[in-house]
């Protein structure tokens, strides 16, 4: 799982959070200030507004990095099918 640095709105602390969480509705409180912070699309606040962008960019290269390690599993399972074929074709023979 990524992380995204947040900047605090008030205290301008910077903290990070999980990429996944930091959606649209999405609130939790500064570490140092203990401000609430709601992430929002429509945010007026730039800091919110980056996080966000970034969460969502990161969330992006997640989702691409799992697609390709699912197709680079499918030549291995197509292999051990034709093996199992194989076993059962000689198995038959005798
Ligand atoms: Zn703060």
């Known amino acids: ?4 640095q947040i900047q605090c709105t008030r205290c301008k602390t910077v ?4 990429a996944g969480r930091l959606q649209d509705g999405y609130s939790r409180q500064c570490p140092s200030c203990e401000v609430v912070l709601f992430f929002a699309e429509d945010s007026p606040n ?3 507004k980056l996080a966000m962008r970034r ?40």
């Open 15 to 18: 903290f990070r959070d999980r």
């Open 55 to 94: 969460a969502r960019k990161a969330r992006k290269g997640q989702r691409e990095t799992e697609g390709a390690r699912a197709s680079a599993a499918q030549p291995g399972a197509s292999f051990s099918r034709s093996y199992a074929g194989r076993t059962h074709g000689t198995e038959d023979g005798e």
């Open 1 to 4: 799982m990524s992380f995204v």
């Open 46 to 48: 730039p800091q919110v």
